[in-house]
């Protein structure tokens, strides 16, 4: 078995990646991890990286997190963007429509790097039917924005937003994209019922116990946004 197929099948991984990332909420890195088995399980190739992105915390907290699967520690934390339509310092509407400058849930692979109009950039595949596989079709892409930093946090009492992109600073940028280009797993999470309930890749055995743990115990960011599980 690859090294990269390997990784992502530990039976600990969450676990692990929870230890090594004390903030971030551990049942949303067991659903990260139980959404990458259900694709890797269907054919997609493992990966070496794993990004997960919860936005069911505000923008101006660092709620990017870049992990190594080999060695199951963590690369990078990090502030993003959420989408325009979304909302403002909490995200709170996501949609897949082209035009909708909202941000998408769901599990992504990526692909290959480009300079465009905001620098140097990383296509992202949309895995998730139904939730965000147009990220193509609408330039869903990782890239640095200047209103992506805590001075922008500490003077707008949120980030900046764009257009659906995961947008992050453009101090970081280039090793974000770099640690992630060429097809790593980047999951994206809220707790939202219809993308709990309907994903596919929710929905392997794996993933539906992770389901379940998130619906008994949606934390406290899920009970402060209002959100019904």
């Known amino acids: 078995m690859p090294a990269s197929a390997a990784s992502t099948t530990g039976p600990s991984l ?6 090594a990332a004390p903030t971030a909420n551990p049942q949303v890195l067991r659903l990260a991890v139980a959404a990458m088995r259900c694709a890797v399980s269907s054919g997609m190739p493992g990966s070496q990286r794993l990004a997960v992105i919860d ?21 990078m934390r990090e502030l993003v963007a959420h989408g325009r339509n979304s909302g403002g310092n909490f995200a709170k509407h996501f949609s897949d429509r082209l035009g909708s400058l909202e941000s998408s849930l769901g599990l992504y692979r990526t692909l290959g790097t480009y300079r465009g109009d905001n620098g140097y950039s990383l296509r992202l595949q949309g895995l998730d039917e ?32 764009s ?10 940028a280039q090793r974000v994209i770099n640690s992630l280009k060429g ?3 980047v999951f994206a999470y809220y707790p939202d019922q219809h993308w709990l309930s309907d994903s596919d890749l929710l929905h392997c ?8 743990a998130i619906e008994a ?13």
């Open 14 to 19: 969450w676990r692990n990646l929870a230890q």
């Open 55 to 75: 936005y069911s915390l505000p923008s101006t907290r660092r709620r990017l997190w870049i992990f190594d699967l080999a060695d199951q520690h963590l690369l």
């Open 205 to 212: 055995a794996a993933a539906r116990r992770s389901v379940a």
């Open 130 to 161: 139904g939730f965000n596989n147009n990220a193509l079709q609408r330039a869903i892409v990782i890239h640095g924005a200047p209103y992506v930093s805590e001075a922008f946090a500490q003077r707008e009492g949120r980030l900046g937003r």
């Open 217 to 229: 115990n949606p934390g406290p960011a899920a009970a402060r946004t209002g959100v019904a599980l």
């Open 163 to 172: 257009w659906g992109c995961p947008a992050v600073s453009k101090r970081v």
């Open 183 to 185: 097809g790593q797993f």
